[in-house]
């Protein structure tokens, strides 16, 4: 049997984060080939109902990455995206799904680096828990 | 709560010129039943009602004629203020506090007579005691008593076995916005979320398998939704077919989406009346999820909802010290 | 609308992509995926023949959504969008999957790089079917521009874009332009005298004729969007009419009322009616409300019946607000300095004869306090001792920044001492010198050739000791506690933003760095420009830096400012927010998390009734969609990011590795 790989869904911000993820490209800074990207102009435009529709969908991890705090390029997406995303994350830990499978992280444009560890973190910690069968929607 | 005080009041409120109909209570069709009334007139007063049998929020059928007409200029605001009188308790008046802050009503357009509440019997409860009651009963609560009156013969039960498990820890008995009160201020309980925690404590495991049981039994009937007064979008997102968020599918998956994006819409803004819950026909503890949400944005962000219509809802602002420990 | 035809088109990059992704299977993979016409791969389809090739295939195939499989959309979205409309369909009916940076780049093995790549590209294929097209909208540029700040940054600003031939309003907080560079005595490294050189300049913006001055004056309001910004202006009153005071000044000896000249920083006294200095530009006097004893009291008048024939006093003077109507705005709001009170271990606010360095440029000036002598007491002191990075480089007071110029200026002010008083000792406690500017080590080797004490060490206390001040520290290259006893304490306070630069900010909805100072959009790329289109930062606001760094930095806001101004039309973003009005509650969520003010709720006739719907001003909206992911109803969408879309990326992803 081959070794389980996490199929995680990331929303990034487009300023900072999806920036910060070119940049480990281009930098060839290598992680886990799990993630994959939806592009937001801001993660203040990610609902937190994408983050339950994605785990029932067939991810077994979501990440939610942004610009810092004091960074957002629209002055303040990632501070209502950050109360949104804890309220949802804790009510999903409520009903059951690990928190290490929700994810929010603060990527500058810069931080190439970062986010190639961000992504081996959160990938090693799903690895951990195994899929998220009991979750996920039947396909019709 | 004296019924004679209660009617004269509504009495003077229709009687006001601005006042078009009132909101009240009036027993059902049969057993513990209990209806809305829309009172226009002084010879329909004698039918309203209230008793510890009125568990629905009133304020539903406030907000379900839909979106406030728009008043364009001061003057105008005047020559239109009509006015709807409507009874609340501590729990409605959160509600209707918070449909303002969400400028879904004006308190303009409001006549509030508030009634210090002491806790509604919970339907489920109490029909299991007395089953299949047909004739309309009556309920009085005295020291500490629910005095039930069925055909006349007359029954004794403790409060502590028919109230509402929400108004056991119901933190704001009396209306918080009102015109006019009715009786004395009532004492809140403290914040109490030893139940929530409880279930907090639980693994992943634990709590996955207790909401699956929970949640493989809705029927998707969306009382809880209709019921809810603060439920109140012309288009639920939860209906729409474009784009599709859940399945009309009745398992637990679709069940699942369908009763977080409720709580989470809800996150900020339940009031805790307690209502989808009492009116689930099939017995999800509803409340432990927006309790749930209440705990955690109360501890979090220290708001509460309904508690001011003056304070912009919880979602549409932050603080820049709001907790930052969970981000990578 | 006409069936949905997507092109895939997979770039192999040279090797960049190939290497690493199986594009011949991924280019099959593509051709199965729903709604696909046709897939191709190319060696780099960034180039001509590749862009022609997807042209072609758009006329041939009649194809009216494109999706590209190469590198990341912030490499070359708009060279493809170029492509699109230039084969005549609509520029953002296309959808970038980056297999580069994302995927190729990133990964070793090749098919669990492949099967990334399949999925992020069935995901775009997904929400490319359902991409809709946009327009673009164009508006007219107001060929304007104000400049907030009339330092020497925002002197430089406005005198360029005036150069330019656009007209320019200046507005100043103060009674002068001039700023905290004409408080300065002489410049380094050069000794220039600060005035000297900056009144010329002065004088060219009060008789530019395409500058409006508008000294003692705030703006209170800013509406609009690039192009078209509305600002409110309060102009406070000054007692004094402007057009008629020729500042003759005969009226100040009748004044009876003597105030700390601020100015002077309070180091002398001047009269409430007073003019900053005498080379103010405008040269126009003023009253000072605070201390007039008319304005206070209603009694007095003294000065009115002087000037009769010209009549430019004016007790009842109100407040007046003007409204204009600007393309551009530069922020050259300036800065303050530290105050040395928070460190009250320098002894700042107990012992007079401990100043600050702005206090020295005043006591060293010739049209100071003391015309030029440096006296305390009435004595010239005999030892003086400087302290470096007050209020900078320093955690405690939350000051991680250096300020810049403080090394300069204290090597600058020792120089000044042995100059005016030659047999002076002269101690400067520092941490490091930082002289990295044209000239800057040549004149610190000369001021240290002049017989100046550079000691290293961070000074722990400042305390008196009969009529002497003690400056205890500890040398760190000796490594021993020193003592030194000395007549004058000059601290080298650093700069802070503005006390008030959180009003400034939110008016115009400028972010800050994490050093309070004004935010770039880019540190290295667009280092004048904001995250707020039209809207230029220069000088301190952005950060500490000396004046030929901020004269530079107000050209270049200056230049930017101009583009938009010249050009005359800007195109506004096309990926805004739209309202279905029959879904919407009204309840102004999106009114609320919008950072723009793009939203507001406008009666509207729905079924009969006039409601409150949400309604978005496509030209201010920036897209970012905050208000999307607050609406409870679905009711406020964005363009290219609906919720249908990106669910369709979700539930595509999701089912990927089923």
């Known amino acids: ?140 | 709560m004296n019924i004679q005080k209660l009617k004269d009041e509504a009495k003077r409120a229709i009687g006001r010129k601005e006042v078009t109909h009132l909101i009240g209570y009036q027993k059902g069709s049969y057993g513990f039943r209990i209806s809305p009334i829309f009172i226009e007139t002084k010879e329909e007063l004698d039918r309203l009602t209230f008793s510890p049998l009125c568990s629905l929020s009133l304020v539903n059928y406030l907000t379900i004629e839909g979106k406030p007409a728009q008043v364009q200029s001061e003057e105008e605001k005047k020559s239109k203020a009509k006015k709807v009188a409507i009874f609340v308790r501590g729990c409605d008046s959160r509600a209707l506090n918070q449909i303002i802050a969400e400028k879904g009503l004006s308190r303009e357009s409001l006549y509030i007579i508030g009634i210090p509440c002491k806790g509604v019997i919970d339907l489920k409860k109490i029909e299991a005691q007395f089953p299949n009651v047909v004739d309309p009963a009556e309920v009085v609560e005295e020291n500490g008593k629910y005095i039930i009156t069925i055909n006349d013969q007359t029954h004794e039960v403790p409060k502590e076995e028919l109230i509402a498990d929400t108004c056991k820890v119901c933190q704001y008995p009396t209306p918080l916005t009102y015109n006019k009160l009715l009786g004395d201020k009532l004492e809140g309980n403290p914040a109490n979320y030893d139940d929530i925690q409880k279930l907090e404590e639980k693994t992943p495991e634990e709590k996955w398998s207790f909401w699956q049981n929970q949640l493989d039994r809705c029927i998707r009937c969306y009382a809880c939704k209709n019921s809810c007064p603060l439920c109140y979008c012309d288009g639920c997102i939860l209906d729409k077919l474009t784009p599709q968020w859940v399945r009309r599918s009745v398992d637990t998956n679709e069940n699942l989406m369908f009763h977080v994006t409720r709580a989470f819409h809800l996150a900020g803004r339940c009031v805790s009346c307690g209502e989808c819950e009492r009116v689930c026909p099939v017995g999800i503890p509803l409340m432990k999820l927006n309790r749930k949400m209440e705990k955690d944005v109360k501890e979090l962000f220290d708001f509460e909802a309904g508690k001011d219509p003056e304070v912009k809802p919880l979602l549409n602002t932050f603080n820049i010290e709001d907790p930052d420990d969970f981000v990578l | 609308m006409s069936k949905t035809r997507v092109g895939v088109y997979i770039c192999h990059c040279g090797v960049n992509i190939k290497s690493t992704v199986d594009v011949t299977k991924l280019t099959e993979f593509a051709s199965k995926l729903p709604h696909v016409s046709v897939a191709k791969d190319y060696i780099y389809l960034c180039s001509d023949p590749g862009q022609e090739l997807i042209k072609n295939d758009i006329n041939e195939f009649n194809l009216n959504r494109i999706v590209v499989a190469a590198c990341s959309p912030r490499m070359h979205e708009p060279t493809f969008r170029k492509a699109l409309r230039s084969a005549g369909i609509n520029p953002y009916c296309l959808e970038i999957a980056n297999i580069r940076e994302h995927c190729s780049w990133v990964h070793e093995d090749i098919e669990k790089a492949t099967k990334k790549a399949e999925s992020i590209l069935a995901a775009t294929v997904a929400k490319a079917s359902l991409l809709e097209p946009l327009e673009e909208k164009e508006v007219d540029v107001i060929p304007t521009a104000l400049v907030l700040g009339g330092g020497i940054a925002g002197i430089q600003a406005a005198l360029d874009i005036a150069d330019t031939g656009f007209k320019v309003y200046l507005v100043e907080k103060d009674p002068s332009i001039g700023g905290h560079m004409m408080q300065l005595d002489k410049t380094f490294p050069t000794l220039d005298c600060s005035a000297c050189i900056l009144t010329p300049k002065m004088s060219d913006v009060g008789n530019h004729p395409n500058i409006e001055l508008l000294t003692y004056s705030e703006i209170t309001n800013v509406g609009g969007y690039v192009g078209n910004f509305k600002v409110t202006i309060k102009k406070k009153p000054r007692y004094i009419i402007e057009d008629k005071c020729n500042g003759c000044g005969n009226c100040i000896s009748y004044c009876p009322i003597e105030m700390p000249d601020p100015f002077n920083l309070n180091l002398s006294k001047t009269k409430c009616l007073y003019i900053p200095f005498p080379q103010a530009v405008p040269a126009c006097f003023v009253i000072d409300p605070d201390y007039c004893r008319y304005t206070l009291n209603r009694e007095c008048k003294q000065c009115e019946p002087v000037c009769k024939e010209l009549g430019a006093i004016d007790l009842k003077q109100k407040e007046q607000f003007i409204e204009v109507d600007v393309g551009t705005i530069i922020v050259a709001t300036g800065f303050d300095t530290f105050d040395p009170t928070l460190k009250p271990e320098l002894g700042y606010g107990l012992y007079p004869n401990v100043i600050t360095g702005l206090e020295f440029e005043r006591l060293s000036s010739a049209s100071g306090p003391t015309t030029g002598d440096v006296m305390i007491n009435g004595k010239k002191p005999k030892n003086v001792v400087f302290i470096h990075c007050v209020g900078s480089r320093d955690k405690t007071v939350g000051n991680e920044y250096c300020s810049r110029v403080c090394c300069m200026y204290t090597a600058k002010q020792a120089h000044l001492i042995k100059d005016k008083i030659p047999d002076a000792k002269v101690t400067v406690f520092y941490i490091d010198v930082r002289a990295f500017g044209k000239g800057f080590e040549e004149f610190y080797d000369r001021v240290k050739q002049e017989g100046i004490i550079y000691r290293r060490g961070n000074v722990a206390e400042v305390y008196k000791r009969g009529e002497k001040l003690v400056v205890k520290a500890e040398d760190t290259l000796l490594g021993q506690l020193v003592e030194v006893e000395t007549d004058l304490v000059v601290l080298a306070v650093g700069m802070v933003p503005r006390a008030d630069s959180n009003t400034v900010n939110n008016l115009l909805k400028l972010s800050q760095s994490s050093d309070k100072f004004l935010l770039e959009a880019h540190p290295k790329l667009r280092p004048v420009d904001t995250a707020s289109d039209g809207i230029f930062l220069a000088g301190c606001c952005q950060g500490p830096k000396d004046i030929p760094d901020t004269v530079a930095q107000a050209s270049a806001a200056a230049s930017k400012a101009c583009i938009p101004l010249s050009q005359g039309k800007v195109r506004t973003e096309a990926q805004v927010a739209q309202v279905n009005d029959l879904l919407c509650r009204g309840c102004g969520f999106c009114v609320e998390v919008c950072p723009y003010d793009a939203i507001e709720l406008k009666p509207t006739v729905i079924a009969g009734e006039t409601v409150d719907v949400a309604s978005v001003n496509e030209v201010l909206c920036k897209g970012c969609g905050a208000c999307v992911a607050a609406c409870l109803s679905g009711a406020i969408q964005q363009k290219s990011f609906t919720d249908e879309q990106l669910l369709s990326m979700i539930a595509s992803l999701g089912e990927s590795y089923e």
Not at chain 1, 47 to 71: K, M, T, W, Y
Request: positive net charge.
């Open chain 1, 1 to 140: 049997m081959s070794e389980f790989e996490p199929n995680i869904v990331a929303f990034l911000c487009n300023w900072c984060s999806y920036a910060g993820a070119d940049l480990t490209g281009t930098t060839r800074t290598h992680y886990p080939p799990t993630v994959k990207v939806i592009r937001v102009m801001c993660t203040g435009r990610v609902n937190p109902l994408f983050v339950l529709q994605a785990l029932r969908q067939g991810a077994d991890g979501v990440l939610i990455s942004g610009c810092h705090p004091g960074e957002c390029h629209y002055l303040k997406g990632n501070f209502l995206a950050r109360r949104r995303f804890l309220l949802m994350k804790n009510l999903l830990e409520y009903i059951g799904i690990n928190p290490s499978r929700i994810r929010m992280s603060w990527v500058s444009a810069s931080e190439g680096k970062k986010f190639a560890d961000v992504i081996t973190e959160v990938t090693e910690d799903i690895k951990k828990l195994g899929p998220l069968k009991s979750f996920k929607r039947e396909i019709l």
